[in-house]
């Protein structure tokens, strides 16, 4: 999946996968995870936001089940 890297942080790239509805996000640490059944507009929010951190905290940790992509953590 291609990321958009991001200014942040907490995060170091951002990707999305609209068909599949599957966000992926590299974190800074170097783990990538991928969440699952998350809106398009929650990833434009995102992308968007003032404070990249501050979204993913707010709106996307514990509120979308994922995993460890395998070999990138």
Sequence with gaps: ???TAVDSS??????YDPRAR????EFTGGP????ADV?????RE???AESHG????????GRY???????RG
């Design 1 to 3: 999946m291609d990321r």
């Design 10 to 15: 907490v995060l170091r790239s951002v990707g």
């Design 22 to 25: 599957v966000l992926e996000l």
């Design 32 to 35: 990538v995870y991928r969440y």
């Design 39 to 43: 809106p398009a507009r929650v990833h």
């Design 46 to 48: 995102l992308l968007a």
């Design 54 to 61: 501050r979204y993913f905290a707010r709106s996307v940790r």
């Design 65 to 71: 089940a994922y995993a460890l992509v395998p070999g």
